[in-house]
């Protein structure tokens, strides 16, 4: 089998936020210990498992994504990575059904090679800050909080401004004191001229990711939030520490488009079958 690893919401290599992609050949998933050795093998944020699905179903293929530690109920940049592959490789043409856990996720790709998803829109709960996440934060400066639902399963917290966002070195160990898979800071861009409208950071500790360099599922989160706030419904976000990546999304109700590109950097053989 043909493994890949793919640098996604970024147009260039060694950007963005890379993801292992692996398309099987089989029409079912292997069982779950072998999916989760590849994964853990891989050591990357997620790597996603996809294989064809009958035609004339809803779906085109089935998707599945793996940290290094579980599987996760949604992740928007090893999606798009495995759109990129089934686009570029030729497995798949035009716009993409995949089967998931969140339900039948769509991917369209133009013809600039950039990847459009189609995402459930994440509901949003003010919430107060835990004692855990003030502390671990170093006691900066919160201005709100918000639950993201179970799907994402984050505490999204906005912070006064984008230095306070590049400043960040939380310490935790646990999902910053919330009972899902971590955090996600945010604040307004400094400078909107420099392309983006606001920036963000991921840290997933209780899913074995201490910082994530650009996560999808989170901008689902982060366009219902930022949209009422600036007054546009398409908006850019740019996330990440040392490593970055633009998302520009789409607030469409109870959908968020998200759209970033992609680039192969490893095409390899897996050799040990499940």
Known sequence: MRIRIVDAFSA???????????????DAFPDDRYLQQVATEVNLSETAFAHPLPAGGTADWALRWLTPATEVNLCGHATLATAHVLHTTRAATGTIRFATRSGVLTAATDDSGAITMDFPTAPLTPVDVPEAVATGLGGIEILSAHDTGP?????????????????????????????????????????PAAGYDFATRCFFPAVGIGEDPVTGSAHTALAPFWAPRIGRAALTGLQGGARTGLVRTELRGDRTLLTGSAVTVIDGELLVRG
């Open 151 to 191: 799907q994402v399963g984050d505490l999204l917290v906005e912070l006064a401004d984008e230095a306070a966002v590049r400043a960040l070195a939380p310490e935790f160990r646990t999902p910053a004191g919330h009972g899902g898979r971590g955090l996600i800071a945010t604040a307004r861009a400094e400078n």
């Open 12 to 26: 260039r290599p060694f950007a963005g936020n890379p993801a292992g992609v692996v398309l099987l050949d089989a």
